[in-house]
C-alpha cells in the first residue's frame, strides 16, 4: 500500500536555500531581542564570578513545536512569498504565529532546540539555551548559557513606526460633564481617569470626555462602537432605560444597513450618535 508522505519545510533545494535565508534572519532577531534580556540581566553577575550559578554544564530542554501537514504548507507559503519580496525590493508584512515562528527555527541547525518563544496578550517570552565553547575562554568550554526571557511589547519594537501598539483616542464633548460621565458608567465603559477630562476604555480602545461643549460640532460628532454579540449588546441598553434616566432620545433597534453593517443607535446627552455594529467574521476593517 502506498502512503502519503506529509509535506515538509524544506521540498526541494531551492526551497532549502530560501528557508536558510529567512530563517538566518528570523533568528538572528529573535536571538537578538531575546539576548538583549539575557545580558542586561545577566551581565553584571558574569563579571562578580558567579559563573557557575548562571551557566550550567548540559543544555536546557526547551518545549518542542510540531506543525501539521497542513500548517506546514501554509508556513512553507508564506517564507517563499516573503522571500520573493525580498528579491524584488518590496515590503512585506511578516506575520508568524509562535507555534509557526519555532517550526522555521528549527529547521536551522544551529538554532534547533536552541531557541524557543512563546507571545500571549503582547508579551514574548523565550527560552535559549546557547554553547558557550566558540566563545575562545577556557571557563566556559562545556558551559552552557540558558535563560528565560519575558519581555513586554512596550519594551521593545521590530516594526518600526508606527508599532502597532498605538492607541486612538478621540476627545468627545460634554454639555454636563457629570452626567455625561454617569452615561458611559451606566453603558459599561472603564473609567481610568476622572479630573478635568475623564478618560473612558472599551476593549483595546477608548475616548476622552471633555469639559466642552458646542452644539453644531457635537451634534456631528459620531463614534463607532464595534461589537461581538449586538443582540447581547441592545438587551443590555434597553435594560437601562436610557431616556428615563438621562433624557435621551430612544435608542434604535439593530437593522441592516446599506453599507452592509447591522447597526443599532443611541445619543449621549450631548449629542453624540454612537453605532453599536455586528462585527463581521473574516473582515479586516472590523477587527
Known sequence: AMTETPPTLSSGPAPKKRNWLLIGCLGAVVLFVLLIGLVVGGGWFFLKGKLAHYT??????????????????????????????????RAVELELTPAELNAALAESTELKDRVWID????????KVSLPLDGIGLDMLKGRWLNGDVRLQRENFTLNGIPSRTELVRPFV???????????????????????????????????????????????????QLMVDDLDAWWAHIQSLELSKQFGVPLPKPPAMQPWGLRVAYLVDPSGVLWHVAQRRENTKQDQ
Open 119 to 126: 507571545i500571549q496578550e503582547g508579551k514574548l517570552r523565550g
Open 56 to 89: 550550567a554544564t548540559a543544555p536546557l530542554e526547551l518545549p518542542k513545536s510540531a506543525l501539521s501537514a497542513g500548517d506546514q504548507s501554509r508556513l512553507q507559503a508564506k517564507l517563499d512569498e516573503i522571500y520573493s519580496a525580498f528579491q524584488q525590493g
Open 173 to 223: 464633548p460634554a454639555r454636563d460633564f457629570e452626567l455625561s460621565k454617569r452615561f458611559y458608567e451606566a453603558l459599561g465603559f472603564e473609567k481610568v481617569l476622572d479630573s478635568e477630562v475623564a478618560i473612558f476604555n472599551a476593549g483595546s480602545g477608548g475616548f476622552i470626555l471633555q469639559r466642552y461643549f458646542q452644539e453644531e460640532w457635537a451634534g456631528n460628532f459620531m463614534m
